[in-house]
């Protein structure tokens, strides 16, 4: 008889706006070959078979929002019945994973995709709600039978957040990346939509707008590149007005300083196929982050063989080879858990300089384009880390 998964998380397609929810949809497709899989999520119902969604009890209506998610999680605990392992994402979830270890007594296991000690500027974003988001991750961390870290760098975080958890119990897991989707698309139609100019060096950020994705550090630093390089910023959904109010006025301040035309800024989130595109046309891929436990959008510039400058911190040196598919931008950081770069005219300046190097020498960004693809395709497919998945789920049974 098969084993049964159950898998529990907030994100799940199509309501992906993160890095977790990417992991989700490709680990769950990979898992069903070997096990028997259900998925437990947030949002609106899902018609696929094997996924219930849950929606915030009406009785928290207008309550804090980590209280509406942990009411979701409560119910999704009580799905989890018949289960022979629960397996939890993000602080979302972790506390259903809790719950239904305790209630069904059955091991649960945590991946870890952040942590909430290392991300203290989401007390902006949950006012006293970071308190219970907090909670509800160290609770389900310190009482996992096993824990999974998406990198070495990541390990060692849940090691200096948690001390109480046993060394033992926490298994490095890669994320993955699909490489049949993620894959080189030469067409045009989309860039030029966007108003790329296909004839200039260029420079592309993803991500959401949140402190640790580092965008401000990034535009500073744009605003030393190559005056023919064209920045192009995808990113949207941010934290809070006020990161917002920044990134906007930083924004104004790009237009002013360069060739407004050479900025652009799409703010709605693009569908996947038209952000390989974007990917595919530019000389490189930055991510700036100052914290990132192992940054699954590097893969996803990579295997579309664009070359990436990404900050060295987290699990960023396990995916992007220095010197190989990408250039790594040093970073002393202060000591707090909030990622805050120690000299951040340095980081910026340096971050400026390593963008330059690339955005000037199309050859480079060549070579490490292809070097990147090749990387991503041997060592991060996602059968090999549902099997690594799956031995976890055997350790803890």
Known sequence: ??????????????????????????????LRRLADVRVHCFGAPRTEEGVTAYPEPAELAGANAALRTMGVNLAMASGCAGADVVHSHTWYANFAGHTAKLLHGIPHVVTTHSLEPLRPWKAEQLGGG????????????????????????MRRDVLKAYPSVDPDKIHVVYNGIDTSLYSPDHGTA????????????????????????GLPY?????????????????????????????????????????????????????????VIQVLTHATVFVC?????????????AMACETAVVATATGGIPEVVADGETGLLVPIEQVDDGTGTPVHPEKFVADLAATLTRVL??????????????????????????????????????
């Open 360 to 397: 000037n020498d199309p050859q480079l960004a060549e070579r490490m384009g292809k070097a990147g693809r090749r990387r991503a395709v041997e060592h991060f497919s996602w059968a090999r880390i549902a099997e690594d998945t799956l031995n976890v789920y055997r350790s803890v049974l």
């Open 1 to 30: 008889m098969a084993l049964r998964v159950d898998l529990l998380t907030r994100e799940y397609p199509p309501e992906v706006y993160g890095g977790a929810g990417v992991h989700l949809e490709y680990l769950t497709r990979d």
């Open 218 to 274: 990034l535009m500073r630093a744009c605003l030393s590149l190559p005056a023919d390089a064209q920045i192009i910023l995808l990113a949207g959904a941010p934290d809070t007005p006020e990161i917002a109010a920044e990134v906007a006025a930083l924004a104004d301040d790009l237009r002013a300083a360069r060739d407004p035309e050479g900025v652009i800024w799409v703010q709605e989130m693009l569908p996947k196929q038209d």
């Open 190 to 213: 989309v860039v030029d939509r966007l108003g790329i100019d296909r004839n200039r060096p260029s420079v592309v950020f993803v991500g959401r707008i949140t402190r640790q994705k």
């Open 130 to 153: 970071y308190a219970l988001s907090s909670f509800c991750e160290r609770t389900a961390i310190e009482g996992a039978d096993a824990v999974v870290a998406v990198s070495a760098g």
């Open 288 to 300: 700036p982050s100052v914290y990132e436990p192992m940054g699954i959008v590097n893969l996803e």
